[in-house]
Protein backbone atom coordinates (compact mmCIF):
# COMPACT_ATOMS: atom_id res chain seq x y z
CA UNK A 1 0.00 0.00 0.00
CA UNK A 2 1.39 3.56 -0.83
CA UNK A 3 -0.12 6.15 1.44
CA UNK A 4 -0.39 9.97 0.28
CA UNK A 5 -0.23 11.70 2.67
CA UNK A 6 -1.38 15.59 3.25
CA UNK A 7 1.01 17.80 5.26
CA UNK A 8 0.19 21.70 6.89
CA UNK A 9 -0.17 24.71 4.62
CA UNK A 10 0.90 26.72 8.04
CA UNK A 11 2.15 25.66 10.51
CA UNK A 12 0.07 26.19 12.91
CA UNK A 13 -3.43 24.57 11.45
CA UNK A 14 -2.55 20.88 13.00
CA UNK A 15 -6.74 20.62 12.49
CA UNK A 16 -6.68 20.69 9.16
CA UNK A 17 -4.77 17.23 9.42
CA UNK A 18 -7.23 14.06 10.01
CA UNK A 19 -6.74 11.87 12.85
CA UNK A 20 -6.80 8.78 10.59
CA UNK A 21 -4.11 10.34 8.50
CA UNK A 22 -1.98 10.02 11.33
CA UNK A 23 -2.61 6.85 12.39
CA UNK A 24 -2.30 5.67 8.94
CA UNK A 25 1.34 7.49 9.01
CA UNK A 26 2.12 5.01 12.05
CA UNK A 27 1.80 1.76 10.13
CA UNK A 28 3.72 2.65 7.43
CA UNK A 29 7.54 1.69 7.07
CA UNK A 30 9.04 3.56 5.19
CA UNK A 31 8.46 7.17 4.31
CA UNK A 32 9.76 9.18 1.01
CA UNK A 33 9.18 13.09 2.10
CA UNK A 34 10.06 15.78 -0.16
CA UNK A 35 12.42 17.46 2.84
CA UNK A 36 13.39 14.90 5.39
CA UNK A 37 13.71 17.37 7.94
CA UNK A 38 10.61 18.99 8.13
CA UNK A 39 8.53 15.57 7.08
CA UNK A 40 10.56 14.54 10.74
CA UNK A 41 8.95 17.69 12.73
CA UNK A 42 5.49 17.76 10.68
CA UNK A 43 5.31 14.03 12.38
CA UNK A 44 6.42 15.09 16.05
CA UNK A 45 4.32 17.95 15.92
CA UNK A 46 1.22 15.90 14.93
CA UNK A 47 1.64 13.26 17.43
CA UNK A 48 4.81 14.05 19.93
CA UNK A 49 4.95 9.47 20.57
CA UNK A 50 6.06 8.60 17.19
CA UNK A 51 9.34 7.38 17.57
CA UNK A 52 11.14 8.49 14.36
CA UNK A 53 13.81 6.41 13.93
CA UNK A 54 11.61 3.54 13.36
CA UNK A 55 10.76 4.64 9.68
CA UNK A 56 12.99 4.16 6.82
CA UNK A 57 13.65 7.63 4.98
CA UNK A 58 14.10 8.73 1.78
CA UNK A 59 14.31 11.87 0.26
CA UNK A 60 12.22 12.74 -2.92
CA UNK A 61 13.91 14.84 -5.66
CA UNK A 62 17.50 15.05 -4.44
CA UNK A 63 18.29 11.81 -6.54
CA UNK A 64 15.67 10.69 -8.90
CA UNK A 65 17.55 6.90 -9.46
CA UNK A 66 18.26 6.79 -5.91
CA UNK A 67 15.18 7.20 -5.06
CA UNK A 68 12.63 5.06 -7.58
CA UNK A 69 15.73 2.70 -6.36
CA UNK A 70 14.85 2.72 -2.87
CA UNK A 71 10.80 2.60 -3.64
CA UNK A 72 10.89 -0.60 -5.51
CA UNK A 73 13.11 -1.83 -2.60
CA UNK A 74 10.44 -1.17 -0.55
CA UNK A 75 7.48 -2.02 -2.69
CA UNK A 76 9.08 -5.82 -3.50
CA UNK A 77 9.94 -6.25 0.29
CA UNK A 78 6.09 -5.71 1.06
CA UNK A 79 6.44 -2.47 3.06
CA UNK A 80 3.70 0.07 3.48
CA UNK A 81 4.99 3.10 2.26
CA UNK A 82 3.75 7.23 3.03
CA UNK A 83 4.70 9.55 0.42
CA UNK A 84 4.68 13.35 1.80
CA UNK A 85 5.26 16.66 0.35
CA UNK A 86 6.73 19.47 1.59
CA UNK A 87 3.14 21.46 2.01
CA UNK A 88 -0.38 19.94 1.03
CA UNK A 89 -1.07 17.13 -0.96
CA UNK A 90 1.95 15.33 -2.84
CA UNK A 91 1.58 14.81 -6.25
CA UNK A 92 -0.38 18.08 -6.70
CA UNK A 93 1.89 21.20 -7.64
CA UNK A 94 4.48 19.09 -5.08
CA UNK A 95 6.64 15.83 -5.57
CA UNK A 96 5.26 12.67 -6.15
CA UNK A 97 3.59 12.14 -9.17
CA UNK A 98 7.04 9.83 -10.04
CA UNK A 99 6.92 7.18 -7.69
CA UNK A 100 2.69 7.47 -7.49
CA UNK A 101 3.06 6.39 -11.12
CA UNK A 102 5.03 3.48 -10.78
CA UNK A 103 2.93 2.50 -8.13
CA UNK A 104 0.51 2.19 -10.41
CA UNK A 105 2.50 0.57 -13.07
CA UNK A 106 2.96 -1.97 -10.76
CA UNK A 107 -0.85 -2.36 -9.44
CA UNK A 108 -0.01 -1.32 -6.09
CA UNK A 109 -2.85 0.50 -3.90
CA UNK A 110 -2.27 3.89 -3.29
CA UNK A 111 -4.52 5.60 -0.74
CA UNK A 112 -4.66 9.10 -1.21
CA UNK A 113 -5.80 10.45 2.39
CA UNK A 114 -7.75 13.89 3.07
CA UNK A 115 -6.41 16.67 3.59
CA UNK A 116 -5.56 20.82 2.93
CA UNK A 117 -5.23 21.81 -0.71
CA UNK A 118 -4.58 25.87 -1.02
CA UNK A 119 -5.69 25.09 -4.93
CA UNK A 120 -9.08 23.82 -3.82
CA UNK A 121 -9.70 26.24 -0.74
CA UNK A 122 -8.89 29.32 -2.93
CA UNK A 123 -11.17 27.83 -5.63
CA UNK A 124 -14.30 26.78 -3.53
CA UNK A 125 -13.97 30.66 -1.69
CA UNK A 126 -13.01 32.05 -4.86
CA UNK A 127 -16.89 31.86 -6.13
CA UNK A 128 -15.48 31.57 -9.78
CA UNK A 129 -16.29 28.74 -11.91
CA UNK A 130 -15.36 25.60 -9.90
CA UNK A 131 -17.04 23.37 -12.91
CA UNK A 132 -14.14 24.34 -15.55
CA UNK A 133 -10.75 25.23 -14.46
CA UNK A 134 -7.26 24.84 -14.99
CA UNK A 135 -4.00 24.75 -12.60
CA UNK A 136 -0.89 26.30 -14.60
CA UNK A 137 1.66 26.05 -11.62
CA UNK A 138 4.11 28.57 -12.09
CA UNK A 139 3.35 31.20 -14.55
CA UNK A 140 7.22 32.11 -16.82
CA UNK A 141 9.41 34.36 -14.52
CA UNK A 142 10.47 36.94 -17.15
CA UNK A 143 7.70 39.82 -17.21
CA UNK A 144 7.74 40.04 -21.06
CA UNK A 145 6.63 36.41 -21.20
CA UNK A 146 4.52 36.86 -18.00
CA UNK A 147 2.46 39.17 -19.46
CA UNK A 148 1.84 37.67 -22.84
CA UNK A 149 0.93 34.20 -20.43
CA UNK A 150 -1.64 36.13 -18.50
CA UNK A 151 -2.66 37.64 -20.73
CA UNK A 152 -3.46 33.98 -22.85
CA UNK A 153 -5.21 33.33 -19.51
CA UNK A 154 -8.06 35.87 -19.74
CA UNK A 155 -8.70 35.06 -23.35
CA UNK A 156 -8.91 31.65 -22.40
CA UNK A 157 -10.87 32.64 -19.01
CA UNK A 158 -13.51 34.63 -21.27
CA UNK A 159 -13.96 32.54 -24.26
CA UNK A 160 -14.75 29.33 -22.47
CA UNK A 161 -15.94 30.76 -18.70
CA UNK A 162 -13.11 29.14 -17.42
CA UNK A 163 -11.23 29.84 -13.88
CA UNK A 164 -7.21 29.46 -14.43
CA UNK A 165 -5.24 29.12 -11.13
CA UNK A 166 -1.39 29.48 -10.32
CA UNK A 167 1.00 30.70 -7.93
CA UNK A 168 4.44 32.52 -7.63
CA UNK A 169 7.75 32.02 -5.67
CA UNK A 170 6.53 34.13 -2.54
CA UNK A 171 9.40 37.06 -3.44
CA UNK A 172 7.58 37.23 -6.52
CA UNK A 173 4.23 37.76 -5.85
CA UNK A 174 4.04 41.66 -6.24
CA UNK A 175 5.57 41.60 -9.59
CA UNK A 176 2.98 38.73 -10.52
CA UNK A 177 0.41 41.33 -8.84
CA UNK A 178 1.44 44.55 -10.77
CA UNK A 179 1.70 42.71 -14.23
CA UNK A 180 -2.19 41.52 -13.63
CA UNK A 181 -3.13 44.64 -13.03
CA UNK A 182 -1.35 46.13 -15.65
CA UNK A 183 -2.35 43.93 -18.26
CA UNK A 184 -6.00 42.72 -17.33
CA UNK A 185 -8.97 44.13 -18.39
CA UNK A 186 -10.87 46.28 -15.76
CA UNK A 187 -13.83 43.89 -15.23
CA UNK A 188 -11.34 40.84 -14.66
CA UNK A 189 -11.85 38.92 -11.61
CA UNK A 190 -9.15 38.09 -10.05
CA UNK A 191 -8.96 36.05 -6.43
CA UNK A 192 -5.81 36.05 -4.61
CA UNK A 193 -5.89 33.60 -1.37
CA UNK A 194 -3.22 34.17 1.21
CA UNK A 195 -1.72 32.16 3.86
CA UNK A 196 -4.41 30.02 3.35
CA UNK A 197 -5.52 27.87 6.97
CA UNK A 198 -3.68 30.21 8.88
CA UNK A 199 -4.82 33.32 11.41
CA UNK A 200 -3.34 35.55 8.88
CA UNK A 201 -5.58 33.83 6.25
CA UNK A 202 -7.52 35.81 3.56
CA UNK A 203 -9.35 35.02 0.15
CA UNK A 204 -10.35 38.02 -1.77
CA UNK A 205 -12.20 38.45 -5.01
CA UNK A 206 -12.63 41.60 -6.90
CA UNK A 207 -12.44 43.01 -10.12
CA UNK A 208 -9.19 44.03 -11.28
CA UNK A 209 -10.27 47.99 -11.36
CA UNK A 210 -10.87 47.47 -7.87
CA UNK A 211 -7.82 45.62 -7.01
CA UNK A 212 -5.82 48.83 -8.30
CA UNK A 213 -7.29 50.81 -5.21
CA UNK A 214 -6.22 48.20 -3.03
CA UNK A 215 -2.46 48.30 -1.34
CA UNK A 216 -1.35 44.45 -1.46
CA UNK A 217 1.83 43.22 -0.31
CA UNK A 218 2.31 39.44 -0.27
CA UNK A 219 6.39 39.42 -0.28
CA UNK A 220 7.48 36.87 1.10
CA UNK A 221 3.85 35.30 1.65
CA UNK A 222 2.38 32.05 0.64
CA UNK A 223 -0.28 33.08 -1.70
CA UNK A 224 -2.14 31.75 -4.82
CA UNK A 225 -3.57 33.58 -7.85
CA UNK A 226 -7.30 32.65 -9.71
CA UNK A 227 -8.27 34.70 -12.95
CA UNK A 228 -12.16 34.58 -13.75
CA UNK A 229 -14.68 36.28 -15.02
CA UNK A 230 -18.46 37.00 -13.93
CA UNK A 231 -21.37 34.71 -14.84
Not at 1 to 18: C, F, G, K, R, S
Not at 40 to 47: C, E, N, S, W
Not at 208 to 227: C, D, G, M, R, Y
Request: glycine share 4%.
Amino acid sequence: MVYLIPTLLAEEATATIPLYVINCLKECKAIFAENIRTARRFMKKMDSSIVIDDFEWHEIDKDESKTISGFLTAVNSGKSIAILSEAGCPGVADPGQKLVSIAQEMKIQVKPLVGPSSILLALMASGLNGQHFTFHGYLPIESTKRIKKIKQLEEESYKNHSTHIFIETPYRNNALIADILKTCKAQTLLCIGAEITSQEEWIKTMAVSEWKHQTVNLHKKTAIFLLGTRN
